[in-house]
């Protein structure tokens, strides 16, 4: 149980463009969800918390307009890297809770060229 | 205040040895303490966690030690195999509200066979 699912698992794309990235709680409904960013030998830093149909909360020195997040449903949350740079190549990882322990998916390596 | 500091930063235990990971938090409003393994390109998965009302809990190879009073804590993993060989977080988080997550800046373990 407590499965929490990413796509896509990895994506390459040109400077400028945007990426969404979608977390989904496969079976169970999450309340919360987190979206952390993980740079290489690195601890994860959370980004954003978003709690169903209402708007997320930013972390500080997180640019709410480059970091689209969408909890649309309990079992979908969505992050938007729009207008992407080299500098936003990173490991983004989502988690989702049901009022009990974060279950994390298994990341999305984002690499703009 | 938010900061939780994790030591080592890398660590190298011979098969059948056990490995010791610690970490130690300033905040005490903090009552949930859980560890993470990692493997590369994945996304953390839940070990075994604490709250503080006790000193020591145990999982199988896995044993987190708990001390309130000195604000740290420790994972111990009995028997280390080659599989265990993984980059492990320690975090903590306030267990009501948000349950926001804050991570140590990860352990790499490596186990030589």
């Known amino acids: 149980g407590a499965v929490v699912s990413q796509h896509p698992s990895w994506v390459i794309c040109k400077s400028g463009t945007s990426v969404k990235i979608e977390c989904r709680s496969l079976d169970f409904q999450a309340t919360t969800m987190f979206w952390y960013r993980q740079f290489p030998k690195q601890s994860l830093m959370l980004m954003a918390t978003s709690n169903e149909g209402s708007k997320a909360t930013y972390e500080q020195g997180v640019e709410k307009d480059k970091f689209l997040i969408n909890h649309a449903s309990l079992t979908l949350s969505t992050l938007t890297v729009t207008s992407a740079h080299p500098e936003d190549s990173s490991f983004y990882i989502c988690?989702?809770?049901?009022?009990?322990?974060?279950?994390f998916g298994d990341g999305t390596r984002l690499s703009i060229l | 205040q938010q900061q939780v500091k994790q030591s080592p930063q890398s660590l190298i235990v011979q098969k059948g040895g056990i490995s010791i990971i610690n970490c130690a938090y300033e905040n005490t409003a903090f009552d949930y303490f859980p560890w993470y393994q990692q493997f590369p390109g994945k996304g953390p998965a839940l070990l075994i966690a604490i709250r503080p009302d006790v000193s020591e809990k145990k999982e199988g190879r896995f044993t987190i030690s708990f001390n309130k009073s000195a604000k740290q804590f420790s994972l111990h993993i009995m028997d280390s195999q080659p599989g265990d060989s993984a980059t492990y977080f320690c975090?903590?988080?306030?267990?009501?509200?948000?349950?926001?997550?804050?991570f140590g800046q990860g352990t790499r373990l490596t186990i030589n066979p």
């Open positions: 975090a903590a988080s306030i267990i009501q509200g948000a349950q926001k997550l804050v």
């Open positions: 988690s989702a809770s049901q009022e009990g322990p974060q279950h």
